[in-house]
C-alpha cells in the first residue's frame, strides 16, 4: 500500500513516510556502501570520513551523505566495512536540506519531484534510527 504525504506528490510507503520523518538525523551504514550506490570520500585532516549518493540530472542534484561513521563496536571511528552508525546529511542544489523536507520540496518547485523521490526511496532503503533507539542519541 503506498500513500502519500499532504505536502508532497511523492508516493513512499506509509511506513517508511513515518520512519523518515521520525528519524533522529541517524542510520546504520549499508553493509556495502559501494554496492548501494554510495562514493567513499576521506578527505584526511580533522574532517571526517562520508559516503555520497547523489540524484539528479545535472541541472537539479541532490545528495544524501553518510558521515562520520562510528563503530557500533567500540564507539570510536569506524573501519571501511564494520557495522557503524553515521549522520544523514541531505542536500538539494548546493543547500542543507532537513530530512523531512524532502517531502515539502516538489510542493514548493515541482521541478524537484524526480529529485526527491530518488533520495527518499535511498532514505527508505536505509535502517534509520529513532532518536530512542539511536546508538549516539539515545545514550
Known amino acids: 500500500m503506498s ?31 559501494a554496492g548501494g550506490g554510495y562514493r ?24 544524501i551523505a553518510l558521515v562520520a561513521p562510528v563503530s557500533l563496536a567500540d564507539g570510536g571511528d569506524a573501519v571501511s566495512g564494520e557495522p557503524a552508525v553515521a549522520l ?22 515541482p521541478r524537484w519531484l524526480p529529485v526527491c523521490a530518488a533520495l527518499l526511496q535511498r532514505l527508505a532503503a536505509l535502517e534509520l534510527y529513532d532518536p530512542a533507539d539511536c546508538p549516539l542519541c539515545g545514550t
Do not use: N
Not at 500513500?3 to 546504520?28: G, N, Q, Y
Not at 523536507?101 to 514548493?108: D, T
Open 3 to 33: 500513500t502519500h504525504s499532504s505536502a508532497s506528490p511523492i508516493r513512499i510507503d506509509r511506513l517508511d513516510c513515518e520512519r523518515i520523518v521520525a528519524c533522529c538525523s541517524h542510520a546504520r551504514v549499508p553493509a556495502d556502501p
Open 40 to 63: 567513499l570520500f576521506d578527505l584526511g585532516g580533522s574532517l571526517p570520513p562520508y559516503h555520497l549518493a547523489r540524484a539528479g540530472d545535472g541541472r537539479l542534484c541532490g545528495s
Open 88 to 109: 544523514v546529511q541531505i542536500t538539494l542544489g548546493a543547500a542543507r536540506t532537513p530530512i523531512a523536507g524532502l517531502l515539502a520540496a516538489p510542493a514548493r518547485d
